[in-house]
Every structure is written in structure tokens, then in C-alpha cells.
């Protein structure tokens, strides 16, 4: 028996039963208290090795603390409700560890990718000159994206002089990509959004036009489809009018809302992503695989070989002699892990036409929540319903801004205290209200009705109290 490997087949079996009853009816926020976190944080590995029934135990504990990204009930942020199916590909491709930065020394692994490219790029509308790689996620894709946007628009004597135009809403790894490729804040013009929180088109324009009087030079514009706060979808055949006339590189964040690109019915809401140049997705959002599962696109696989193709004379054995171009020439990383493998496993076991309907499922919550929602007095809807996304406040009348929004904020924090459910606050417009989105395809009809009834009593309780602390401190100030 290898030494290195215990008998772990009946404890996987049983930690996947015990991990999916608890995901489901489990706190959907666990925190360990001071002690036990005091705890963990001085723990050191052991000399003598422990039982891996009693090591197993402990780390399920461990990863209890969190919130449970799982459960139904839990509709913060943009969650990852992560297919058994993922997990599984996830564990079977980590056993055989295979090196993902070589076609010579990972050739299955390499195939394999190069195939879900293409044909993820495909679904996009992009031509067949498009290519890419995974990534980790949106960061490394975007990161990815600008530093072959600043190679392919600007060289050495306009660097300085470069400008990237970013909206209100666009995700800040974006910000942090531009400062990493070498901009300063001066040379980042954020463009308002409109009322329905998409990028300005007149705004950007204006900008551009700005700047090019300035003797500056514009090289670069990011679009979002499916923002993380409103889910909106900038209007990407307008953007791609104007990057087209001043030959902008046109970078799509689409970490969120890409996946409706396998959607059958919700396809037409990506129009326009065809014409981009680099395109982020992470199917560790709304394709159900477990973190670490983005995509980088480019329009053209060939511009990201002048940012990053390079070797050195002890990768000469495991370089392709057909092919020179390994994957480690396309971005950042050398060493590579094969992490859509998890996700080819994923769409063999379930195959389109279930992924469609769990896509679906998305937006049959949504229009369900917003629906039960509206049947409410007090309720106001703060931005258009988008994508899986929701954003609404309790406002009952004569409740100045400032007061609103801690009610608001308290409201979110009962229901998490009560385990009803977990629904995050954000500032739209500077004002707090509550986020859901509605991703999840556990999550039942029964679950929403359930978590808007409990939405709806937790804020005329908070309320009540609220108004009645305001009466007593009245009282206290007119005693004195």
C-alpha cells in the first residue's frame, strides 16, 4: 500500500452525504467564537501523524465557519452553488495533478482546454481566430485582458499618455489590473451611468473626445455585462460603435453575466459581445463549479502571444516543436493547474440542455421574488431587476434617508441572526437597500414566498422599534 495515501474512499463517501444535508438545512452563517478561532490560528502541524477519520472531522469544522455559499437560502453577492458534479471533477483532476502550462507534458489536459475554448469563444459569436485560457477568475482575466490591450494600442512614447475608460459600476479588480500595468488614477476616466445604471454613451464619447483634444491617448474601454450590484448590461453594440471609430481596444467584463450565453432563451441580452476584442467569464458564478474557474477571450489568440510568450533552455523538453506556442505562452502563468477540467467533467455528466434549465431557473426565482415583493406596501424597487439580480428597500412615508438606511441595514442583519436567509445591503444611488441575487437552482419557489414573508416582518419589527426609541428619546429630551 502507498504510504502517501490512506484508505480515504468510505470517508469521501460519507463527508458528500454529510456536506449536502448540512449545505441544506445547516446556519447559513457560521462564525466560531473567539476561543476556537484563538484556536485554530496557533495550531501547528503535529509531529506524529493523526487518524484521517479525526483529521477529516476537524477540517469539516473548519470549513463550516463561512457563509454557506450553498444553501437556498442564501442569495449575497453573486454565490457559487457548486454542482457535486464539479467538486467531483475538481477532486478526480487534482489526483492526477497533471502541469497545464505544457501541451507536450499535459497533452490531454491541453486538448482539452483548447477545445472548451473554442467552443465557449463560439457561444460568445467570436470568430475562429479567437482564443484564450483559463484563468482563475475575473482579476486574472482582466489583468490579462489590459496588459494585451496597453501591447496592442499604445508603445513606448504614448504609454504615458494612455487613457482607460472604466463606468461607475465597473468591478474595482478593474482599477487594480490598470494600476498594475503601470496607469496612474489620472489616466482612468470613470463614465457616469444612467438611470438604469448602464454605462453613459454621450458621457463616453464626450470623454474620448476630451482627451484626444488633449493630445492624450485613449487605447481602452471596459463594458460590463451583468454588474455585481444591479446586474445591468452595458449597451455593448453602442460601446463597440465608439471603440470601432477611435480604435479602442474593447474589454467585455463578463464574469457574471457570460453564462447566459448558454442559455437558449436568454441569449439575445449578450448583443453586441461578438464585436469585443477580450472577453473575462467565470463559470465559477453562474456555471456552478467550484473557485477557480474563469476565462480569458481574445478576438484574436495571436495578440496575447507579444505580451507573454517567452521560455528559457530548461523548458526546452517539454516545448512543442509543431507548435512552439504553449499554454504558458498565452498569459501569465507557468505553472498551471488543469482547473477546467472540473468543468468539461460538469457539462459530459449533465449535458446542455440541463445546464439551460439551471440557468433558467435563475431568472424563474428572480421574476418570482420581484413579483411577491411588489404585492408588499413599503417596499420600493431601486433598480431595474437584471439578469438574477434584485435591489429594493423598505421606505415606509415620512422616514428621512439617514434612518432608512440603518433600518435597512438591521433588516439584513435579522434575517441572518433568525437563519431565515442572507440578503445583503448596498449603496445604490448612496442609499441602502437590499440585494438579492437568485442564482441558485436548490433554491424552490417555496424557499422565496418563505424569505419575502420573512423579509416583509423583520422590517415593520425593526421599524416599530425604530419609531419606538425614537418616542422615547423625545420624551427624554422634552423632560429635560
Known amino acids: 500500500m502507498d504510504p502517501t495515501m490512506p484508505n480515504l474512499y468510505g470517508e469521501i463517501s460519507e463527508f458528500a452525504e454529510r456536506y449536502y444535508h448540512i449545505a441544506k438545512t445547516g446556519p447559513i452563517l457560521n462564525h466560531p467564537s473567539k476561543k476556537r478561532l484563538s484556536t485554530i490560528e496557533n495550531n501547528t502541524p503535529p509531529k506524529a501523524g493523526r487518524l484521517i477519520r479525526d483529521v477529516i472531522q476537524e477540517a469539516e469544522e473548519i470549513l463550516s465557519y463561512q457563509l454557506s455559499t450553498g444553501h437556498p437560502r442564501n442569495f449575497a453577492f453573486i454565490p457559487t452553488p457548486v454542482s457535486p458534479v464539479s467538486w467531483m471533477g475538481d477532486a478526480i483532476t487534482s489526483a492526477y495533478n497533471p502541469f497545464g502550462g505544457s501541451s507536450v507534458s499535459g497533452a490531454g489536459v491541453c486538448a482539452v482546454e483548447r477545445s472548451l475554448i473554442a467552443w465557449i469563444a463560439e457561444r460568445f459569436g467570436l470568430p475562429p481566430s479567437a482564443g484564450g485560457q483559463f484563468v482563475s477568475g475575473a482579476s486574472m482575466a482582466c489583468l490579462t485582458a489590459c496588459t494585451v490591450a496597453r501591447d496592442q494600442r499604445l508603445n513606448d512614447h504614448t504609454r504615458c499618455k494612455g487613457v482607460a475608460y472604466v463606468s461607475e459600476e465597473t468591478h474595482f479588480c478593474t ?11 489620472y489616466q482612468i476616466r470613470t463614465i457616469r451611468c444612467d438611470a438604469a445604471f448602464h454605462m453613459n454613451v454621450d458621457h463616453l464619447r464626450q470623454a474620448i473626445t476630451e482627451d484626444l483634444e488633449k493630445g492624450l491617448s485613449p487605447f481602452l474601454v471596459v463594458a460590463t455585462c451583468g454588474t455585481t450590484s444591479t446586474g445591468a448590461i452595458d449597451h455593448l453594440d453602442q460601446i463597440a460603435d465608439i471603440a470601432r471609430r477611435h480604435k479602442l481596444w474593447l474589454h467585455v467584463d463578463a464574469a457574471y453575466g457570460g453564462s447566459v450565453a448558454f442559455s437558449s432563451t436568454h441569449r439575445k441580452l449578450l448583443n453586441g459581445i461578438e464585436r469585443a476584442d477580450s ?202
Open 175 to 185: 482599477r487594480k489590473a490598470l494600476h498594475i500595468i503601470g496607469l496612474l488614477d
Open 279 to 480: 472577453i473575462a467569464w467565470d463559470a465559477h458564478k453562474w456555471l456552478f463549479q467550484t473557485f477557480s474557474c474563469g476565462t480569458i477571450l481574445f478576438r484574436e489568440k495571436s495578440h496575447a502571444l507579444k505580451s507573454f510568450a517567452s521560455t528559457a533552455n530548461f523548458c526546452r523538453d517539454i516545448e512543442d516543436e509543431e507548435d512552439p506556442h504553449n499554454p504558458w505562452n498565452y498569459g501569465i502563468e507557468l505553472t498551471r493547474p488543469a482547473r477546467h477540467m472540473k468543468l468539461w467533467f460538469f457539462l459530459q455528466v449533465l449535458g446542455m440542455n440541463r445546464v439551460d434549465q439551471m440557468i433558467g431557473r435563475g431568472f424563474e426565482l428572480l421574476d418570482l421574488a420581484v413579483r411577491e415583493l411588489n404585492k408588499l406596501p413599503h417596499w420600493v424597487v431601486m433598480a431595474p431587476p437584471s439578469l438574477a439580480i434584485f435591489n429594493f428597500r423598505f421606505a415606509p412615508e415620512n422616514v428621512n434617508q439617514g434612518n432608512l438606511d440603518k433600518i435597512n441595514e438591521r433588516v439584513s442583519k435579522e434575517l441572518i441572526a433568525r437563519n431565515a436567509a442572507c440578503i445583503i445591503t448596498t449603496r445604490v444611488r448612496g442609499v441602502v437597500g437590499l440585494r438579492m441575487c437568485t442564482i441558485n437552482p436548490r433554491t424552490s419557489d417555496e424557499d422565496i414566498c418563505r424569505v419575502v414573508k420573512e423579509l416583509d416582518h423583520a422590517a415593520h419589527a425593526v421599524y416599530k422599534d425604530f419609531r419606538a426609541a425614537e418616542t422615547g428619546m423625545t420624551k427624554d429630551a422634552g423632560k429635560v
